[in-house]
């Protein structure tokens, strides 16, 4: 069964709506918002793009896991929102084929998407399609977790997610070398269900994301600790980046 086909169901639960990242997207517009487009390249189950569509944005969000996008459908449906956001299930290495270039004043990347990506010439693919669907001047936005503080450290578990519905566990296995396995275990609170999975993940390095928005020609780039845009440092588990086409 696939990584996410256990978790979906309680994927709002685990990985709740964040004020902090739309906080973020916002400030690089002035509003009103409805001249601006954004591609959310791996959407989840689409809390993000919903509530950027209910501030006025015109949002396209993508997402290769089709129980994520029957989430979101779902969700926009009972909202009862016509046209954005608009959900597709899609690759996102291949953004450049399914849109028009110069779409979008925005592309994100949130929520560790990027490192699922386990050969760098697909995320090259990816950044290099993001850059040809943007708008000249349009903003790429960014975020992984630090794998230059991750792999110093040989961190093995990162911190526990609790509510009042589940206990979600994330650990780390650093084997096999060059990938990390990402090993989780998701317990319903209330029958106590468990659900356990793993999946190898692409541990991308600061200097070497750098790299390859550099060599894909975008421009004025900004690397944070978090979406408050903290300093990012040797400890910061979290980083988040911003670059211009």
């Known amino acids: 069964m696939d990584f996410y086909s256990n978790i979906s169901r309680y994927y709002d639960d685990i990985f709740p709506f964040s004020p902090e990242q739309a906080g ?7 509003p009103p918002y409805h ?3 954004i591609l959310d390249a791996g959407c989840g189950t689409g809390v993000l793009a919903i509530e950027l569509a209910l501030r006025g944005f015109n949002v396209h969000a993508i997402d290769s896991e089709p129980q994520m996008i029957n989430s979101a459908i779902i969700k926009k449906e009972r909202l009862n929102l016509s046209g954005s956001p608009i959900f597709d299930e899609a690759d996102m290495r291949l953004v450049s084929q399914k849109y028009i270039p110069g779409t979008f ?3 994100l990347s949130f929520g560790n998407t990027l490192v699922h990506l386990l050969k760098n010439e697909d995320i090259i693919s990816f950044v290099d399609g993001a850059r040809r669907v943007l708008k000249e001047n349009g903003f790429f936005l960014l975020q992984i977790l630090n794998y230059d503080y991750i792999l110093a450290n040989q961190i093995r578990k990162l911190p526990v997610i609790e509510n009042d519905i589940v206990i979600f566990e994330r650990y780390y296995d650093f084997r096999p070398q060059d990938f ?3 090993i989780t275990r ?8 468990t659900y356990h999975n793993k999946i190898k993940l692409n541990p991308l390095k600061r200097d070497t994301l750098a790299e390859i928005l550099t060599n894909a020609g975008f ?14 440092n040797e400890d910061s588990l979290t980083l988040v980046a911003a670059v211009k086409k």
């Open 24 to 30: 973020f997207i916002e400030s690089y517009f002035t």
């Open 35 to 37: 001249n601006v487009n």
């Open 105 to 107: 004043n925005a592309v």
């Open 180 to 182: 990390i396995s990402f």
């Open 186 to 193: 998701l317990t319903i609170k209330k029958d106590r269900r």
């Open 219 to 232: 421009r004025d780039p900004d690397f944070y600790g978090d979406f408050s845009r903290q300093s990012l």
